[in-house]
């Protein structure tokens, strides 16, 4: 069992999940319990994954969690494209976060790799 705090993956996750609800309090009154709670939502997971993981008593689970978080992280980047093929998201700022989401993606699959190869040495 590890702090999740100290993850920098959980908190480029946080950061990601703050913007989103920045960026989704400009989203239109009729989007509330649509695309804005999907996006909240599908970020949020994100974090809670890699934090419910870090809670876990072995490397396997912490591994499935951020699985978890990684498919959460799919779908708030497929929310991004909507919202601005939508017109909800202007280009700059859809390139930003998504950018953001990708490096999340990025350190997920790193620190993965990086437990399934302790994993396999620890044999």
């Not at 309090?25 to 974090?47: H, K, N, V, W």
């Not at 890699?50 to 809670?55: D, H, K, L, S």
Request: proline residues 1%; charged residues 25%.
């Amino acid at each position: 069992m590890q702090d999740f705090r100290k993850l920098r993956v959980w908190a480029a996750a946080h950061q990601l999940t703050l913007a989103a609800y920045r960026i989704t309090r400009r989203f239109p009154r009729d989007e509330l319990y649509g695309l804005t709670a999907q996006i909240r939502r599908s970020a949020a997971s994100i974090c809670a994954n890699i934090a419910e993981g870090c809670g876990r008593r072995s490397r396997r689970e912490f591994a499935r969690f951020l699985d978890i978080a990684q498919g959460s992280a799919s779908e708030l980047e497929y929310h991004w494209i909507l919202a601005c093929d939508l017109g909800l998201l202007d280009q700059t700022n859809y390139e930003s976060i998504t950018a953001a989401v990708t490096d999340v993606k990025k350190m997920l699959t790193g620190l993965v790799r990086r437990i399934e190869h302790a994993a396999r040495t620890a044999r």
